[in-house]
């Protein structure tokens, strides 16, 4: 099992930035993908980025390439999403989730742990 707390989220004016943390507990030693999504409301919930555990590899939705950058911290059990020039469409509850498959892509269903979200609001 693998809990994840995300923090971070909060209201934004267009053009500025946040940085959302996740902290991962349990199972991290077995080195899942983490990634994060978004979900606005009346949408699907949609990948944003995604990390592999040792940092060596990161993939970002276009939506959010050059304005987004995904990391995580020294100690493992961080990663975060710093988010810059920030735009109203960016408005959705954002959601930290580990994947132990091989191959992971970009589909939620590829996801098998998630936090409970934190809400990021940009305005316009």
């Known amino acids: 099992q693998v809990q994840l707390v995300e923090s971070g989220g909060g209201l934004v004016q267009a053009g500025g930035s946040l940085r959302l943390s996740c902290v991962a507990s349990?199972?991290?030693?077995?080195?899942?993908?983490m990634g994060w999504f978004r979900q606005a409301p009346g949408k699907e919930r949609e990948f944003v980025a995604r990390?592999?555990?040792?940092?060596?590899?990161?993939y970002y939705a276009d939506s959010v390439k050059g304005r987004f950058t995904i990391s995580r911290a020294n100690v493992r059990n961080l990663v975060y999403l710093q988010m810059n020039s920030l735009k109203a469409e960016d408005t959705a509850v954002y959601y930290c989730a580990a994947s132990y498959r091989r191959g992971v892509g970009t589909g939620a269903y590829e996801y098998d742990y998630w936090g409970q979200g934190t809400q990021v609001t940009v305005s316009s």
């Open positions: 990390i592999t555990w040792n940092g060596a590899s990161t």
């Open positions: 349990g199972r991290t030693l077995s080195s899942p993908v």
